[in-house]
């Protein structure tokens, strides 16, 4: 818009948190949106920043079972852990394969 150009980078992590048993399994996410922050910062206090390019994750879609009950405490401690870096949006996968009460049931057990 207005020729402002928007460069979109899309990182996916399918299967995250499937099978994975230990309570920190969210840290490789967390240390990638670390690590982009600090690249970021390190070419923005550089002498030349016109070539610079911005890395960093800015939302984070949190897919979530639309079976199950409500959040695990993998989700939990990784929504955590994510807050204060990047913008959150929960979004219930599949949702359209719900009834309007059977989403009402999973949002309230979200919230």
């Not at 922050?37 to 079972?65: I, W």
Request: hydrophobic share 40%.
């Amino acid at each position: 818009e207005n020729g402002v150009k928007l460069r979109l980078t899309i990182v996916d992590t399918p299967g995250f948190g499937d099978g994975l048993e230990g309570a920190d399994a969210w840290q490789a996410c967390l240390k990638y949106v670390n690590d982009q922050l600090a690249l970021y910062f390190q070419t923005e206090n550089s002498v030349n920043r016109k070539n610079m390019n911005d890395g960093r994750v800015h939302c984070c879609l949190y897919f979530l079972s639309p079976y199950g009950h409500g959040l695990r405490p993998l989700d939990i401690e990784f929504l955590k852990r994510l807050q204060y870096k990047v913008n959150l949006v929960p979004v219930i996968a599949k949702a359209d394969s719900l009834t309007k009460a059977e989403l009402a049931a999973k949002k309230k057990r979200i919230m």
